[in-house]
């Protein structure tokens, strides 16, 4: 499985941003999806999940209400929709592909995209 993330950038707080991360090489339908972060000095950290259905979608309590995880299994694509961006935000965005997408730790994805930078400015 190849993942390819995008849509990061520079933003101001209080803006938003919308991710995406196009997978190729699996039928995308099969595969369970997740958001993760990494701050400068910092461990990854899961922001947002999503089963293969697009069901049971999960974030972070760090995030939740401000950020939503969405799929276009047609696309083969998953989205991150960020509002109301805090310069706590600012990280690497990673996507992952995994056999459930009910995980909440790294090692429970097996393939990675390569991140995008996002960064907010106070």
């Known amino acids: 499985v190849q993942l390819q993330a995008s849509g990061g950038g520079f933003v101001q707080a209080g803006g938003s941003l919308r991710l995406s991360c196009a997978a190729s090489?699996?039928?995308?339908?099969?595969?369970?999806m997740g958001w993760f972060r990494q701050a400068l000095g910092k461990e990854r950290e899961f922001v947002a999940r999503?089963?293969?259905?697009?069901?049971?979608?999960v974030v972070s309590d760090s995030v939740k209400g401000r950020f939503t995880i969405s799929r276009d299994n047609a696309q083969n694509t998953v989205y991150l929709q960020m509002n109301s961006l805090k310069p706590e935000d600012t990280a690497i965005y990673y996507c992952?592909?995994?056999?459930?997408?009910?995980?909440?730790?790294?090692?429970?994805?097996?393939?990675w995209g390569q991140g995008t930078l996002v960064t907010v400015s106070s």
């Open positions: 992952a592909a995994g056999p459930t997408g009910i995980g909440s730790t790294p090692d429970e994805y097996n393939y």
């Open positions: 090489g699996r039928t995308f339908s099969t595969l369970g």
């Open positions: 999503s089963r293969y259905s697009g069901a049971l979608a």
